[in-house]
């Protein structure tokens, strides 16, 4: 039999005693990704919300812009940035054991 062009390795795939099978390995977010996805869905549902506010609140003018677009320009767009950085400086810190 001719061998393969390309080598194929054999895995061990022997199931430890003990421990479930699993088709898909499982891994746990961790809890700063966690509240910056929570953080940033809680943005976006904010800006629902406020453009579908009674007495039509994000249609009010300021600097002849409504408050719904500075919402969705400015203030969350800063939010998310704020909330990434403090987020990845905490991330940095705890992974550093010097500091």
Request: no cysteine.
């Amino acid at each position: 039999m001719p061998r393969p062009s390309i080598p194929i390795p054999v895995l061990d795939r022997t199931p430890v005693v003990g421990e479930p099978a699993a088709i898909i390995a499982r891994e746990s977010m961790p809890a700063a990704r966690r509240f910056g996805i929570v953080t940033v869905l809680g943005l976006l549902a904010g800006g629902v919300v406020f453009t579908g506010a009674p007495l039509a609140a994000g249609a009010v003018r300021v600097a002849g812009m409504s408050l719904a677009w500075w919402y969705a320009v400015v203030a969350s767009i800063v939010a998310a940035a704020v909330t990434a950085i403090v987020l990845s400086t905490r991330a940095a810190a705890s992974a550093d054991p010097t500091a």
